[in-house]
Every structure is written in structure tokens, then in C-alpha cells.
């Protein structure tokens, strides 16, 4: 079955260092979807990549669909404290109804 | 609009005890499912439904079952609790290829 792996699975950095988490899935994807989830609280939609090589951003998170759309990656600019969570990357293949989560980076912010 | 609700927020449950976690939501989504979340292993996916009388097996179905009898519920049946399924459970919702929509998930300890 379709896999999504995410790496680094934790990452600490210093405030105001940039970050970078990578997602790579087994197959083809027809989007992605980013999500971040706070620590004891439940995931929330970031935003949506359909296009292969589609690039989005949102203030400091850079989000990109790879060309052959089946890895992406979320670039965060000189992080804060509040960027501290775990961020999930999740893909649907072809007319799968089945959304598979990647495993997640934890993101730890040094004041 | 509440979103998705899940019930309880915390639950022990004693080995081979039986229990339904509830989750419900008011946006008429057709597409809903229920995550088990596990440190290190991101969001796998137990049972999935595209709508009411109509559910499916996700990644790890096996010692719960689902149905959906109307668009806003979507209940999960443990059968006979294991340690092994000691987990947060998020239930989520969305419509057609948009975000989904998370509770705020149910900590199940099985002792």
C-alpha cells in the first residue's frame, strides 16, 4: 500500500533558525496536504498542493510540490516559538478516497 | 458550527472491555475516518466512510469496527480492548479533495 515518510522525525532548533521537513511518498500523488498539530492538540489544515511543482507560501512557511509529485516540503523562515508542533504531510493517490498521514516532524524551537 | 465532536476526551478501559468512541459532525461531510496516533508513527488510518451505509478498512482495521448509519455520525467500536491499543483517536471529516477537519481526539489507556 501507498507509504508517506517524513523526515528528520524530530528536529530542534534554535529561534530564529530556518527548518525544513521533507515528505516522500511510495506513489504518485494527486495533492498533498500539510497540517500542523500543537502539542495535546489535534491536527489543523495548512494548506494544499495540487500541481506538480506548484510552490505555495504563507508568510514564513514555504510549502513545494515535487515535479514528480511525489515528494514536498515545508520551509520555515527564522522560526518562533509559536512555530513548535508536529507537522504531517498527507497525500491521496489517484481516485483513492484514503488519505495517508506521513509519519510527522517534530519541531522543537530554542528560545 | 461545532466541526467534529469526539467523545470521551479520556477514557481507561480495563483488558477485553468493550466501548464505543463517538464522533459526530454538523458540516454534512460526506468523507469521514478515524486515525489512530502512536509516537513515532504519524496518523494511520483505521476504518474510513465516502457516506452513510458505506465504510471501508484503513491500514490497521483489525479489533474495531465502524458503521455509519447517518451523514453525522461515525462511531468506532473497540471489541475487546488490548494494551496494544492504547492510543489517542482522532476522528476527522471533509468533502471531496478539501482539508479535513479534526476532533480534538480521545486518549484511550487499556490497562
Known amino acids: 500500500g501507498q507509504q508517506v515518510m517524513q523526515i528528520p522525525q524530530y528536529q530542534h532548533v534554535q529561534e530564529g533558525e530556518d527548518f525544513t521537513t521533507y515528505c516522500n511518498s511510495s506513489?504518485?500523488?494527486?495533492?498533498i496536504q500539510w497540517y500542523k498539530q500543537r502539542p495535546g492538540g489535534h491536527p489543523v489544515f495548512l494548506i494544499q498542493?495540487?500541481?506538480?511543482?506548484e510552490v505555495k507560501k504563507q508568510k514564513r512557511l514555504t510549502f513545494q510540490f515535487g515535479e514528480a509529485k511525489k515528494n514536498s516540503s515545508l520551509h520555515i523562515t527564522a522560526t518562533q516559538t509559536t512555530d513548535v508542533g508536529t507537522y504531517f504531510c498527507?497525500?491521496?493517490?489517484?481516485?483513492?478516497?484514503?488519505?495517508?498521514f506521513g509519519t510527522g516532524t517534530k519541531l522543537q524551537v530554542i528560545p | 458550527n461545532a466541526g467534529v465532536t469526539q467523545t470521551p476526551k479520556f477514557q481507561v478501559l480495563k483488558t477485553g472491555q468493550s466501548m464505543t468512541l463517538q464522533c459526530a459532525q454538523d458540516?454534512?461531510?460526506?468523507?469521514m475516518s478515524w486515525y489512530r496516533q502512536d509516537p513515532g508513527m504519524g496518523l494511520r488510518l483505521i476504518h474510513y466512510?465516502?457516506?452513510?451505509?458505506?465504510?471501508d478498512q484503513g491500514e490497521v482495521p483489525n479489533g474495531y469496527n465502524v458503521s455509519r448509519s447517518t451523514t453525522e455520525d461515525f462511531p468506532l467500536r473497540l471489541l475487546s480492548a488490548a494494551p496494544s491499543q492504547t492510543s489517542v483517536y482522532f476522528c476527522?471529516?471533509?468533502?471531496?479533495?478539501?482539508?479535513?477537519?479534526f476532533g480534538q481526539g480521545t486518549r484511550l489507556t487499556v490497562v
Open positions: 506513489t504518485t500523488l494527486s495533492n
Open positions: 466512510s465516502v457516506g452513510a451505509g458505506i465504510t
Open positions: 498527507a497525500g491521496k493517490s489517484g481516485g483513492y478516497q484514503k488519505v495517508t
Open positions: 498542493l495540487v500541481k506538480s511543482g
Open positions: 458540516m454534512n461531510h460526506e468523507y
Open positions: 476527522a471529516s471533509r468533502q471531496g479533495r478539501t482539508e479535513a477537519f
